[in-house]
């Protein structure tokens, strides 16, 4: 019974989606086993929607690699090194966890506007490449490695950057598959950032162009809904394929507390 | 070892430059336009001391959305925090089958806020299922829909969200209930304690940190709902929440210097509570 009512609005979304597009949603039109992909035909070719979807998988895919790189060598150097100010810096990451998204996108979009950057992909890309859980999540990795390996490629003579990229990259990819399926999930999911830096259709996500669509005119189920899918569905792949690692990213970041 | 150093601060200089760039720098010219009259029409930094506070307080838009927040947040929490806890709980007893049921209880969570706002727009109106049962089952729903009326619609947007946060609260009860030593619960079976008496002995305490760290996350995220509300009711309907109201002000009416100013007393508000919230559980681990 819980289950039903967990997933059968998924399930809905789906059904909506394959409805012929005149019709009226009655029970009638629901269990009459009609079946249409007229919606998905519209969106495809029409409704701008592949843009769209482009458009999320070009700033998700970028934000994906960057914080792969750049997680990886900000979590390197907490665990490894020594500097002046480490324990400022680290607890600048736990303070950003703590504050609230509304308070800065007044300032960021007035920045953003500042610097022309507002309505391209930068906007949602640049401030988006490097992520606090992503630091810890590769800190306690590399924390758990041991040593022996860079103190023996040191006395080798190989550079910081050899041992970094070649020796300490590859060890720990369990830790950054985790974080690129979490930064992944997060980006592709992420409406208010995107719908407050940008206005144009050019650069508009997925997320963005649903919420609107709905707005400019009579709601329109079962494009609406072709639309939710085509949002959904890389969603439930990833989710399906990767249970485990998302699981664990999550139990592991509420554990450590 | 100081070439090391700045080598150090090459490799975290990603973090550092975003952390500065993107958050410090923000949060304080937000904190300084609260304090001004900056606006799109006349964009000047005139210092006008605590007028946009002053003003706050009697804008009654401002406290309405105030008034909806916390019942929003007192409305949803302790639902979802007990619900996501009896899911856990019926997962860790283990049954044919669990591993699918912790993946369907999970999947609202992953799924984007928007489209379970526009899934749940469909299922609460007139066509839907919901507003359907709702019929069989002999209660009187809205003419138009569960969200195009005031009696109902923020009602209906919290339930929503305890169905959608619900399963990912599960998840982290479960990691906690896994944590607890099986002995514990043998050794009080040996003594002849029941089940109930080990839930509410062993079980519940131990408890404790996982469901402080749920409490706590869940206030800071419930406090600041604005996509829902977007989606589902562009702030109709007495659906306008505390950030819908900063949005409104600040991105549509491009009143930036006041919008600030609420969205400052917002994050006040968040920080008092997750501080009360601390030192409560906190007392109650001494006694």
């Given amino acids: ?257 | 070892m100081k070439g090391r150093s700045s080598l150090a601060y090459f490799f975290a200089s990603p973090w550092i430059a975003t952390f500065g760039i993107f958050w410090l720098f923000p949060l304080i010219f937000s904190l300084y336009l609260g304090f001004t009259d900056y606006r799109l029409l006349r964009p000047e930094f005139n210092w006008i001391g605590l007028d946009n506070f002053t003003r706050l307080l009697g804008d009654a838009a401002f406290l309405e959305s105030l008034i909806n927040t916390f019942i929003f947040v007192f409305g949803t929490i302790p639902l979802t925090t007990v619900i996501a806890l009896l899911l856990a709980l019926l997962i860790e007893r283990g049954f044919p089958g669990r591993t699918l049921f912790r993946a369907g209880y999970f999947m609202p969570s992953v799924t984007s806020l928007v489209v379970v706002g526009l899934i749940f727009s469909h299922l609460f109106s007139r066509g839907g299922y919901i507003f359907l049962l709702a019929r069989i089952c002999g209660f009187d729903p809205p003419e138009y829909g569960f969200l195009l009326s005031s009696r109902t619609a923020l009602y209906s947007i919290m339930a929503m969200d305890i169905w959608m946060s619900a399963g990912y609260y599960m998840l982290l009860f479960l990691a906690g209930l896994k944590a607890i030593p099986i002995e514990l619960y043998e050794a009080a079976a040996s003594s002849g304690a029941g089940k109930i008496r080990q839930f509410f002995h062993i079980t519940l305490p131990l408890l404790k940190p996982v469901a402080l760290f749920i409490i706590v996350i869940n206030t800071i995220k419930s406090f600041q709902i604005f996509i829902e509300i977007f989606v589902m009711t562009r702030g109709r309907y007495g659906t306008s929440t505390a950030v819908y109201f900063i949005y409104e002000t600040g991105l549509n009416r491009f009143e930036f210097g006041y919008a600030s100013a609420a969205a400052y007393i917002l994050f006040i508000i968040i920080a008092l509570f997750s501080l009360v919230q601390f030192w409560l559980f906190r007392k109650g681990q001494i006694t």
């Fill in chain 1, 1 to 257: 019974m819980v289950l039903a009512a967990m997933v059968f609005p998924l399930f809905w979304m789906f059904r909506v989606s394959f409805l012929p597009l005149a019709s009226d949603l009655g029970w009638t039109d629901l269990l009459s086993g009609k079946w249409d992909i007229g919606a998905y035909g519209d969106i495809m070719s029409s409704l701008g929607m592949m843009r769209y979807f482009f458009n999320s998988v070009l700033v998700g895919g970028i934000v994906v690699l960057g914080n792969i790189l750049f997680c990886f060598m900000s979590g390197y150097a907490f665990s490894r090194y020594k500097f002046i100010g480490k324990n400022f810096w680290f607890y600048s990451m736990i303070g950003v966890l703590m504050i609230p998204a509304h308070v800065i996108i007044i300032p960021l979009y007035l920045m953003m506007r500042q610097t022309g950057l507002y309505d391209t992909y930068w906007a949602l890309i640049l401030p988006f490449l490097v992520n606090p859980m992503g630091i810890f999540l590769v800190r306690q990795y590399v924390d758990s490695l041991p040593r022996s390996m860079e103190e023996a490629a040191r006395i080798d003579g190989a550079s910081e950057f050899t041992i970094l990229f070649k020796i300490i990259m590859p060890l720990c990819k369990p830790a950054l598959a985790v974080l690129a399926i979490q930064t992944f999930l997060t980006n592709w999911n992420s409406f208010l950032y995107p719908f407050i830096l940008t206005s144009s259709e050019a650069v508009r996500t997925l997320p963005v162009a649903l919420a609107l669509y709905q707005g400019h005119q009579a709601i329109d189920w079962p494009h609406l809904m072709a639309g939710s899918s085509l949002a959904v569905i890389p969603v439930l792949l990833v989710f399906l394929f990767f249970q485990k690692h998302i699981i664990s990213g999550i139990t592991a970041g509420a554990l450590k507390q």
